[in-house]
């Protein structure tokens, strides 16, 4: 089995995240229970942590303690150019922002109304969704898979085969978490949506050094910025709009690198 995963590490990440999300939302599932904003439970948020948990099983049979100390250092990576974390500031402001022009009949208390979690107000709840969403997805999808696919695919590429995976994990969500149910119609616009979002992820994960810290900080803002019962309707309209309208620029100015093969991401050496 440590073989197996040695020689197929990305593969094995992929089995065990999704074994390990899968096997916490699926008894909910199985008994009919619906996840709704504001109600701490049932709760799918225990299974966000699959992504995190795998890499760190992966990467200390593939890597040891010095792949171990890598992750460690890059989800604590902090040091970086300020602009990213007033990318984080404007994407959370904007939802807010759109939510006081627009009101939708909620209070300002339903900005911290997310499902799975209590209602701690606004700054603890975003800290407990930033360690358990944030950081539990963020250290999967970009800070191992990622991390492993942007020398071979770059940007463009490991996006799109990422959003792939991502969007597949999500599926026992759809008959789960209550905003997933009531999609509808919207389902289409959730893909392309999640698509443009690991465009945006993955392009910030690799620019900012390869920070964990970033990504998940910006996931966790996003998420309030569209998923909480404030801002239902315009103000995850208009997040969402911006975050495609990122996601085409990102490409267009990707794309061409690409094809003259301009490309510096790492490859990983690890001292085991």
Not at 87 to 115: E, K, R
Not at 201 to 224: E, Q
Request: overall charge positive; proline content about 5%.
């Amino acid at each position: 089995m440590r073989e197996t995963v040695r020689r197929h590490p990305v593969g094995s990440f992929i089995v065990v995240a999704f074994f390990l999300s899968w096997a916490w939302w699926m008894p909910f599932v199985l008994r009919g229970d619906t996840v709704r904003p504001g109600d701490p439970w049932p709760t799918h948020m225990i299974g966000l942590l699959g992504p995190a948990l795998a890499a760190v099983i992966v990467t200390g049979t593939v890597d040891g303690r010095g792949g171990l100390t890598d992750l460690v250092q890059r989800m604590m990576r902090w040091r970086v150019p300020f602009a990213w974390y007033a990318g984080c500031l404007a994407t959370i402001g904007l939802g807010l922002a759109v939510a006081a022009m627009v009101p939708n009949g909620h209070s300002w208390a339903d900005a911290s109304s997310f499902g799975g979690v209590p209602n701690l107000g606004l700054v603890l709840t975003f800290l407990l969704v930033l360690l358990v969403n944030g950081f539990g997805e963020e250290t999967g999808w970009r800070g191992f898979l990622a991390d492993r696919l942007l020398p071979r695919h770059g940007i463009v590429g490991t996006a799109l085969l990422v959003a792939l995976v991502w969007g597949l994990w999500h599926l026992p969500l759809f008959l789960l978490v209550e905003s997933f149910r009531n999609l509808g119609v919207m389902l289409g616009g959730w893909v392309v949506g999640l698509v443009c979002g690991s465009l945006v992820l993955t392009w910030m994960y690799a620019r900012s050094g390869y920070s964990i810290l970033v990504v998940a900080l910006w996931h966790t803002s996003y998420n309030f910025s569209s998923g909480t019962a404030l801002m239902e309707g315009a103000p995850a309209a208009v997040t969402s709009a911006v975050v495609m309208v990122l996601a085409a620029v990102i490409a267009a100015r990707t794309l061409p690198r690409a094809t003259r093969h301009d490309t510096h991401f790492r490859i990983k050496q690890v001292t085991p």
